[in-house]
């Protein structure tokens, strides 16, 4: 089975500073699809960035951007300018290529401080 | 507006009783899923819809059951809830499946007594 780990329970930085969110996932599959979801105090889930496992070019979506290292399996969020509505709980999430199920990881709670 | 609803937001039932949970996209969209969110466990399928009639298990279905006979509406449905299904919950919804981006809910907050 899929798994998706996210080491980092909690994060707090500065505002305007930049900050990398770690997510590991372990799977035998070639052909698979990466996400980070965005959980603001809201509650609403929204979609932040999404990458293909076949594409070598990592996603960039404004400040934010991932880095994606197939071999190692890790998929971190890179926010750059972090602005105070960052602040949220960060999910990288797993999708297999065949497949329609989602797995999330454990989540990250970042917090951007003025 | 483009959106998916969820009622009720929030609800305190007993064990036994039995609950629907009900969502609805008006996006004519053909993947719907339902998910729990506990902490430290992020977010849990527990089924999904590729289209109507056509519905599966994620990862956590024991305990719920789902239908699609209407393209729009994906309730979920706790036939005799137990506290082990408290939790928060979300119904997503994306044009054609996981790939595309998903548009959640706003969760329901369900306790079980």
């Known amino acids: 089975a899929q798994t998706v780990t996210q080491s980092q329970p909690e994060m707090s930085v500065q505002e305007a500073e930049t900050v990398t969110l770690s997510c590991t996932y372990d799977t035998s599959e070639n052909n698979y699809y990466l996400f980070w979801y965005k959980q603001p105090p809201s509650r609403q889930m929204i979609l932040v960035i999404r990458q293909e496992a076949y594409k070598q070019q990592n996603a960039t979506e404004n400040r934010f951007s991932v880095n994606f290292q197939k071999a190692a399996k890790s998929f971190s969020l890179k926010i750059s300018d972090s602005q105070l509505g960052d602040t949220a709980m960060y999910f990288c999430a797993f999708g297999k290529g065949g497949a329609q199920k989602l797995v999330f990881g454990q989540g990250t709670r970042l917090t951007i401080n003025p | 507006e483009a959106q998916v609803t969820q009622n009720p937001r929030y609800l305190i039932t007993v064990t036994g009783k039995k609950l629907t949970v009900t969502c609805s996209q008006n996006?004519?969209?053909?993947?719907m899923s339902w998910y729990r969110q506990d902490p430290g466990l992020g977010l849990r399928q527990i089924y999904y819809?590729?289209?109507?009639?056509?519905?599966d298990k994620g990862d956590v279905p024991e305990g719920y059951k789902v239908s699609r006979k209407e393209k729009r509406n994906f309730p979920l449905i706790l036939e005799s809830p137990s506290p082990n299904q408290t939790s928060l919950y979300f119904c997503a919804s994306s044009l054609r499946g996981y790939t595309d981006t998903q548009y959640f809910g706003p969760g329901t907050r369900l306790t079980v007594l």
């Open positions: 819809s590729m289209n109507v009639e056509v519905t």
């Open positions: 996006m004519n969209h053909e993947y």
